[in-house]
T-cell receptor, first 115, second 112 residues
Framework: DTGVSQNPRHKITKRGQNVTFRCDPI?????LYWYRQTLGQGPEFLTY????????KSRLLSDRFSAERPKGSFSTLEIQRTEQGDSAMYLC?????????????FGPGTRLTVL | GENVGLHLPTLSVQEGDNSIINCAYS??????FIWYKQESGKGPQFIID?????DKRQGQRVTVLLNKTVKHLSLQIAATQPGDSAVYFC???????????FGAGTILRVKS
């Protein structure tokens, strides 16, 4: 257990529905990252927060995706009007301050299946 | 574009043997690499990192080698154990934001 938790662990939804995932990072970590991982591939960066500010969004993050970190603690990732191509593992990671030397700690992920 | 990729998708080794997992990258300006291990049903776990001002770094049973001339790095695992069975990724830590750019992964299978 890395100290990063994600809920739910699994989500099955029908195409067109909205889904929301939650990530609870390690409490003193100011950076929080979202990644998406499809089968057989490495995780792909989606977005990251420093405290409550969303500082970067990948081109992978279409208009249907939105992420928030309202109080600089937990974060949510919402996908609207889900498509089958959204099926993937969504990973959250957190990192303390101090530059690149500090590792990112990953949660167990939320596996999304869109039918 | 910038890519971080792996040569071998699957590596099978006998328990007790040494394992070598390879990774190639394309951006000569890349300066910070990390190896991650991912077990089934879990998120990636940090193993070891290396900066471009180093050629080699050692941890417990693991060694990372970086060859900047040919843009290649490798992860060596000594005395491979069944618990080492997992998918291994090399990743570049990129500024700004220290986001990670992962390669596709190598499956390591350890035979007892």
């Amino acid at each position: 257990d890395t100290g990063v938790s994600q809920n739910p662990r699994h989500k099955i939804t029908k195409r067109g529905q909205n889904v929301t995932f939650r990530c609870d990072p390690i409490s003193e970590h100011n950076r929080l990252y979202w990644y998406r991982q499809t089968l057989g591939q490495g995780p792909e960066f989606l977005t990251y927060f420093q405290n409550e500010a969303q500082l970067e969004k990948s081109r992978l993050l279409s208009d249907r995706f939105s992420a928030e970190r309202p109080k600089g603690s937990f974060s949510t990732l919402e996908i609207q009007r889900t498509e089958q191509g959204d099926s993937a593992m969504y990973l959250c990671a957190s990192k303390g301050g101090g530059g690149a030397a500090n590792e990112q700690f990953f949660g167990p992920g939320t596996r999304l299946t869109v039918l | 574009g910038e890519n971080v990729g792996l040569h071998l998708p699957t590596l099978s080794v006998q328990e007790g043997d040494n394992s070598i997992i390879n990774c190639a990258y394309s951006n000569s300006a890349s300066d910070y690499f990390i190896w991650y291990k991912q077990e089934s049903g879990k998120g990636p776990q940090f193993i070891i990192d290396i900066r471009s001002n180093m050629d080699k770094r050692q941890g417990q049973r693991v060694t990372v080698l970086l060859n900047k001339t040919v843009k290649h790095l490798s992860l060596q695992i000594a005395a491979t154990q069944p618990g080492d069975s997992a998918v291994y990724f090399c990743a570049e830590n990129k500024a700004p934001g220290n986001k990670l750019v992962f390669g596709a992964g190598t499956i390591l299978r350890v035979k007892s």
